[in-house]
């Protein structure tokens, strides 16, 4: 079967595997917000002195509407929000920080969005300040900052800079004018020179973009000419994501139609001509959707074999804790997940009720725990192995059945307690994972939940 083939077979819709059980997935039933409190206090008692923990932050503003984003956020240009906002996110700290004994060991603040740079430098100082009073910072800290490249100053850089940022994360995602046009996403090409530049001469050591493929009215020649502009400003690495088209949750998609999306053959070209501009570039494939320069950490994270995926995407270090603030935010405890509430409002409501904002959980099973060790593993490692008595599982043998499809169209290689993910199964990774997913097979949805694999 041909590449064309395998990417028609598998163009199905599939989670992007940032958790296991996926949010779609997780028990009716919430476990409840003490619950929750003793899986964060049981995790943290377990990891923070050896680990340290995980700070992801959602800052929801946005001056206008991305039209592909998948993303919760809130549009105005009403700069006042700000700092109410970050004190009610320092707020909810001090509720998670009531559970703890010792002091916290920061390993990783990741601020995400929205529009992280929507706020003044001066609140996001407000915020880091806070976040990090009283704590320890790990030795192996990395702060990292999602930005808008049309809005992004010196003096956000500087600030970031001085509190120990190194890492941002530049969202670009074409620079074809009618591509940005319909997307509402407008940056040109100097607006990021600019940033890199500047973010360079300050110090900063690593600099991703974010780059998309599938977008409405995207050409090969309109993405070949981005790439080639990428590759002359040489981020150290590059993510390079599918477009997922989920109308039915983000009506923002609704500006465009299915005729505006580029088909199936289309969106095949447009990846490989992409996957094969950045690996002729000099960057290594890492897991799913990103490459990276042999130079950054995520790369070396891979060839350790310490690369990690979690709710923030891929890591080149582990945490088994990864709290996060703010609305609409997912945390992480090792043993269950909570999601706070989704709306600026309620969850402000909440906070200031004295009250950790959570709506949502699960707590993991001992079968989750197995499956979400063998996802990831596929995801971060291209492999994953198990012992003899894992055989005895019904769900895990119903899992390596569904696997023999992919083994016989090469995407996989299978031994008798061991996968193995080759160079040409790297693209599939999503559908492989979903093979596994027991808790998928075991509720097939009724309706479409996740956007489409490739």
Not at 132 to 152: M, Q, V, Y
Not at 392 to 397: E, I, L, M, S, V
Request: charged share 20%; aromatic share 12%; proline share 5%.
């Amino acid at each position: 079967m041909n590449s064309e083939e395998l990417i028609g077979k598998y163009h199905v819709p599939a989670p992007r595997y940032t958790s296991y059980p996926t949010v779609p997935y997780w028990d009716n039933t919430f476990m409840g917000v003490d619950a929750w409190k003793e899986s964060v206090r049981f995790s943290y008692d377990e990891s923070n002195s050896k680990d340290g923990i995980s700070l992801y932050v959602h800052l929801p503003f946005c001056e206008s509407l991305c039209t592909y984003c998948g993303c919760n956020t809130r549009i105005t240009r009403n700069h006042k929000v700000e700092e109410p906002y970050i004190l009610t996110v320092l707020k909810e700290w001090d509720l998670y920080r009531s559970i703890f004994e010792e002091k916290p060991v920061i390993k990783e603040i990741h601020l995400g969005g929205g529009t992280p740079t929507f706020f003044s430098p001066d609140n996001l100082k407000l915020l880091i300040e806070g976040l990090l009073k009283d704590a320890i910072i790990h030795p192996e800290a990395e702060f990292s900052f999602e930005a808008h490249p049309a809005n992004t100053t010196e003096e956000h850089l500087i600030t970031l800079f001085s509190l120990g940022f190194r890492r941002l994360s530049l969202g670009i995602q074409d620079f074809d004018p009618l591509v940005q046009l319909i997307i509402n996403r407008m940056q040109s090409y100097e607006d990021v020179k600019i940033v890199t530049d500047k973010a360079r001469e300050i110090g900063y050591t690593s600099i991703n973009f974010d780059l998309i493929y599938g977008l409405p009215v995207q050409t090969l020649d309109g993405l070949k000419d981005t790439i080639s502009q990428i590759l002359s400003l040489k981020p150290d690495r590059i993510a390079f994501y599918s477009y997922a088209h989920v109308p039915w949750i983000k009506p923002g998609q609704r500006r465009y139609t299915e005729k505006d999306l580029p088909s199936i053959e289309l969106k095949q070209k447009l990846y490989e001509l992409g996957r094969g501009m950045l690996t002729q570039g000099g960057y290594i494939e890492i897991g799913m959707d990103h490459f990276a320069l042999q130079t950054d950490s995520l790369y070396k994270a891979q060839v350790n074999g310490h690369l990690h995926r979690n709710f923030m995407g891929y890591t080149h270090q582990y945490t088994q804790l990864m709290i996060g603030l703010g609305v609409s935010s997912i945390s992480d405890s090792g043993y269950a997940f909570a999601q706070n509430e989704k709306k600026v409002e309620d969850y402000t409501a909440r906070v200031e009720q004295g009250l950790i904002p959570v709506f949502k959980g699960h707590q993991l099973s001992q079968d989750d725990l197995l499956f979400k060790s063998h996802i990831l593993n596929i995801m971060c490692k291209g492999e994953t192995s198990w012992e003899q008595s894992t055989l005895k599982n019904d769900a895990f043998q119903a899992g390596l059945e569904r696997l023999r499809l992919l083994q016989e169209d090469a995407l996989i290689s299978m031994g008798p307690y061991k996968l193995t993910v080759p160079p040409q199964g790297q693209r599939f990774l999503r559908n492989i994972c979903m093979a596994l997913d027991a808790r998928l097979w075991a509720n097939q949805p009724k309706t479409v939940m996740f956007s489409m694999a490739g």
